[in-house]
């Protein structure tokens, strides 16, 4: 896995508490840390950016269900190289 985030364009985001606790209750933190730097970056950047904490909470909810899915990236078809 390529840890690498000096390539990202957007600014890089800190992983919240809650998220890393979420990710880590669901057993799905090892999944998180495979896909690419700019898709975590991209999701961290999507749920915090929410105003709403329902809006959070559901954005947080479809990346678990996304990374459980493992072929999922934003409702979009992803395969993983």
């Given at each position: 896995m390529?840890?690498?985030l000096?390539n990202?364009?957007?600014?890089?985001?800190?992983?919240p508490?809650v998220?890393?606790t979420?990710?880590?209750?669901?057993?799905?933190?090892?999944?998180?840390?495979?896909r690419?730097?700019?898709?975590?970056?991209?999701?961290?950047?999507?749920?915090?950016?929410?105003?709403?904490?329902?809006?959070q909470?559901?954005?947080?909810?479809q990346?678990l269900?996304?990374?459980r899915?493992g072929?999922?990236y934003?409702?979009?078809e992803?395969?993983p190289?």
């Open positions: 390529a840890d690498d000096s990202l364009q957007r600014p890089i985001q800190p992983m508490d998220i890393r979420a990710l880590e209750d669901a057993g799905l933190f090892d999944e998180y840390l495979k690419p730097p700019y898709q975590r970056n991209d999701y961290l950047s999507w749920i915090t950016r929410a105003k709403r904490q329902d809006t909470d559901r954005r947080l909810a990346m269900d996304e990374l899915r072929d999922v934003m409702k979009m992803w395969h190289r």
